[in-house]
Structures are given as C-alpha cells and as structure tokens.
C-alpha cells in the first residue's frame, strides 16, 4: 500500500500543499530530495510518451547565470515570432513560474488536472518534486504546441531530470562553487557533472572560458563528436553605460570591430553582459543550423527580457530614496559580482538584509562581504535555511555587526526605518530571502 494518499483537487492551493507536503521538494529540505538516477523521469517520460520529442529545445546548464541566459534566449526568439516554452527553478513567489509559454505561467488549472490525472504514478513511484515538475513542463509544452523550449537544468547536469532531452543546442554558462555536497568539492568535478548534457553531435556552447575545466569540455565534446564554440572567444565586452531608461547600452566586439551596436538591455546587473555573450553565442549556434533569428530579436529581446518573460530578482530596484535592491546570487561567485555592483553604486551608508541556506559554508561567502555595512539577519521561511543566531554569530568572526530579526519582513522594514534617504538597502544572500521581499 502506498503511504501517498490519493484525493481529487480541485482547488490549486490545494494541489501545492500536496506536492510540498508528499513530495521531497530540494529547495525546502535540501539532500534528501536529490536522487541521483533518471529511472522515475525515464518512467514518467515514458508514461507521457515521450511529448520533448514534439518540438525543439535548447538545454541550458551551469552554475551561475544559466536562469538569466534561458529568459535572454527565450526572449530573443519571442521577439522573433516563435511560440516559446521556458522552464526553470526555483521559483520566488508561485511555483507557476516554473514553466511558461511566452512569459505566461502555467494555468493553475492545467497544475490541478495533471496532478490528478498522476497521482496512480505518484502512488507508485514516489518521484520528487522537481521530477514530477519537469514531467508537468514537458507535457504542457507539447500540449501548448510550442516551437521551441528553453530547459534549465536543476542540479548538475549528468544526473538532471532535465537530462533527457536531445536539444539543438547545449549550453553551459560556466563553473562555479556551489552544490558541491553533490557535485564534488573543485571545478573539474563539477565541470565533468555539467558536461553530461553534451550530447553526440549536438552542438554544444561554452559562455565563459575557464583554463581550469577548459580541457574538461573539450574532451567532452570529442568523445561526443560534438561542435563545441567557446562564446567569449568570438564576442567581447567592451564596457557598458547607463541609459535614461535604466537600460545598459552595451558595447561589444566581434573580430576586433564593433558589433550589434546600439544594443541594450533592460537586465541591470554587471554581470549580465557575459550571459547576453552567451545567449548571443547559442542563438548564433541556432542560426547556423538554419532556425532563423532576425537581427532585430536580438535587439527587441533583449531590450525587454523582464517585461516578454517575467524575470526578476536580478539586481532588482524594489524602492528609491533609499535605493532598495535586491538579488539572488549565492554563491561564491554570484555573491562576488553581487558586492563588486554594490560598491560601484552610489550610496551614504550600506543596510544590509542576509540569510543563507544551511548548505553554504559561511566562510566562503561571509569573507566576501562589505564589513562597512550594518547587518540584518534573517531567516527565510524554509526548512533548509540557516539559523539567524548560528549565521550572525559567524558573521561576527569576520567583522560583520548586526541585529538578528525574526522573519525577512520585519528586517526590511527596521532597514528602510533605519536607512536615510541617500543610504542603500541590499536584501539577499539566498534566493528564498529575496522571494519573500519581491
């Protein structure tokens, strides 16, 4: 007998709680949720017959940037007039967001039937969350009558559920320092789990190159017989400016000569101009095997991913007066760009609203942080989150004062309280703490 109990839903709110609650779900109770084969996505894939096969799709993996390339993409080729699929995770306010079609979310009404018409399978195969989740995408695409999909892996990229999908084109953004209970402790170890969504003979893209994993890919993509383009190699970033419209105006190069000049894009972020190289790049691989993108998509498409796609939490302007932004890097990596746009952005004195999940180690990212800055710590309402005690304890080691509060909402408010009007309020840390201020 199965311990799943079995129920008609008719309400959506309903449907959610049954798959929080039943399903091991990564983002709240973290390792426990991860399974390390494809045998319930192969199952549920096979249940679905197969419904990736009806149409085309671009696989995206990496540590860093890969949900900011899969939107550029997904922007990009709706400008072009193609009918386009997105799914990626996690989610920041409604699961949802997970899975659109030209930047709308999935009817909730779809969420609540394809639940009930699986819960013999879920009975059965007790998937996870994010296994179920990407069964649902694949299905809804099809049935939606996509052209095109844009698929971001979860986890790694070997083992992804995603990971059963043959693209046109596999891209990878880069490596980094994160997931490495599951990925292994150095880059190559990573690199090798990201380098499993090459496939034979599809191209694959690399947006950054990085000598340590270089060779990885490489190898990779020989034994695989696949054409491999190094992103970065062809375009270069220049520098970028400002607009009166808050849009960057990039400036980049292609064989040494200016090239989509004019270009701009409403992604605030200073990192975002190496995953506009890298969507650039994969669009390019698309180009070449005859899916045609007009020049002008590029440029309407990335002049409105927030608006055709619906993505946020990027260097997000929440409020002015005091400037009040948020952002979900996490990461070594993600937290060094996050604090290097912090100091190049005008501002008295620095508020900052943290919280971090139990998997980080402190010490990688709490070094990285401005010790000029006064400290909020929070919690985000997850099972996986970092205590506030343990986290502004550790934080005091590296010379970060603070107050520890009792949700992120209530630390927002003292921060905006406390902060005049030339001071900067920064919320993040964790991707959970920014959904709960967006």
Known sequence: MSDIPMKE???????????YDQL?????VGKSAYKADLSNTLALDRHFRYPHHAYLSVHVAGTNGKGSVSHILSSILQAHGYRVGLYTSPHLKDFRERIKVNGEPVPESYVIDFVNQCQPMISDLKPSFFELTVAMAFEYFRKAAVDLAIIETGLGGRLDSTNIIVPVVSVI???GHDHQEFLGKTLKSIAQEKAGIIKAEIPVVIGETQKEVENIFLQRAKEMDAPIHFADRDIRFSHALETMTHKQKLFLEKNGRPYLEGLETDLAGFYQPRNVITALGAAESMRLLGIPIRQ????????????RTGFYGRWQVLGHRPLVVCDTGHNQEGIYQVVRQIQNTPHKALHMVFGLVKEKDPDEILGLLPRKARYYFVRANIPRAMDTNQLAKKA????LEGAVYTSVKEALQAARSAASQDDMVFVGGSTYVVAEVI
């Open 24 to 28: 091991p779900m990564y983002q709240r």
């Open 173 to 175: 953004t880069n490596i």
């Open 296 to 307: 002008e998509a590029l440029y309407d498409g990335l002049a409105s991913v927030i608006d």
């Open 396 to 399: 005091g080691e590296f010379g």
């Open 9 to 19: 839903f008719t309400k959506y709110d309903a449907v959610l709680d049954f798959l």
